[in-house]
Nanobody
């Protein structure tokens, strides 16, 4: 199993970024997927989930209305579109697979998002 992330970087407050997570080594379309972040000096914070087919999405209150999770099962890729970014969104972002017991059993390598003027 591999989850390879891309995207991220430095953006000004109010800006947008899109993160991608390319999956391989498993049947991507059969699994729920997540985005999780870790701000400097803080613990892991769940951001968003998407079901296996992509028709149901779930968000933390802190990002609801600003972030959009999506997936392309034909391309085995997970996305996170982040709009109206705030300084408090600065974090290391991870994609993760939800295993059969609902835990996050595989993780991407992480990608840094920094929101600053």
């Amino acid at each position: 199993v591999q989850l390879v992330q891309s995207g991220g970087g430095l953006v000004q407050p109010g800006g947008s970024l899109r993160l991608s997570c390319a999956a391989s080594g498993f049947t991507f379309s059969m699994y729920y997927m997540s985005w999780v972040r870790q701000a400097p000096g803080k613990g892991l914070e769940w951001v968003s989930d998407i079901n296996s087919g992509g028709g149901s999405t779930f968000y933390a209150d802190s990002v609801k209305g600003r972030f959009t999770i999506s997936r392309d099962n034909a391309k085995n890729t997970l996305y996170l579109q982040m709009n109206s970014l705030k300084s408090e969104d600065t974090a290391l972002y991870y994609c993760a697979r939800r295993g059969v017991t609902d835990e996050h059993d595989y993780w991407g390598q992480g990608t840094q998002v920094t929101v600053s003027s």
